[in-house]
């Protein structure tokens, strides 16, 4: 049982370029969740999936997009990355946004952009 | 959604408790408290949740205060491997999970 598995795990970007972090969970979950952490920070919320289907923005969605592909999959998308998101990025996914479960966490995608 | 407020960092011994507060004073009436930690760079990990009664499992036991404004996690025979950030975060507006900063705990020998 693999959980939540992100890919890549490591990217350097030249500023200006896309790209696509990719998330995938197998706990048949409903909802997922996207996250940035910068060094020495708590996560911050980028966007949030509570069912497929649906997407929602969190704290901090400027310069991203996401797409809920199926029920496992739960991507992020930087259309032009820019060095201030150079982060650490992590994928979640709950069985539900009821307050009685918890949330699953992948190891991260730790992004540079140069 | 709970504001929480914890202190930045606490040191513990190697086989002594680890009690790691939290100020929750916002929380509404039927938001769960949540306990994660963070080891080095990796992914959070959950250990326990908690909505009015004392929870207990195999990881720590976590005590919510009667008026439910604050609780305090405990690692009973806390070890090095227990070093890491502690997040304690009310799940708020659909369930959002907002982290904070978190508690450093440094277990020394």
């Known amino acids: 049982n693999a959980g939540v598995t992100q890919t890549p795990k490591f990217q350097v970007l030249k500023t200006g370029q896309s790209m696509t972090l990719q998330c995938a969970q197998d706990m048949n979950h409903n909802s997922m969740y996207w996250y940035r952490q910068d060094p020495g920070m708590g996560l911050r919320l980028i966007y949030y999936?509570?069912?497929?289907?649906?997407?929602d923005k969190g704290e901090v969605p400027n310069g991203y997009n996401v797409s809920r592909l199926n029920k496992r999959e739960f991507s992020l998308r930087l259309e032009s990355a820019a060095p201030s998101q150079t982060s650490v990025y992590f994928c979640a996914s709950r069985l539900s946004l009821g307050e009685n479960t918890e949330a699953f966490f992948g190891q991260g995608t730790r992004l540079t952009v140069v | 959604d709970a504001k929480t407020t914890q202190p930045t960092s606490m040191d513990c011994a190697e086989g002594r408790a680890a009690n790691l507060p939290c100020n929750h004073s916002t929380i509404s009436g039927n938001e769960y408290v949540y306990w994660y930690r963070q080891i080095h760079s990796q992914g959070p990990q959950y250990i326990i949740h908690?909505?009015?009664n004392n929870e207990t499992n195999e990881m720590a036991s976590l005590i919510i205060t009667e008026d439910r404004k604050s609780s305090t996690l405990i690692l009973p025979h806390a070890t090095l491997r227990d070093t890491a950030v502690y997040y304690c975060i009310g799940t708020g507006t659909a369930s959002k999970l907002t982290f904070g900063t978190g508690t450093r705990l440094q277990v020394t020998l």
């Open positions: 908690g909505l009015k």
């Open positions: 999936s509570a069912s497929e289907g649906t997407t």
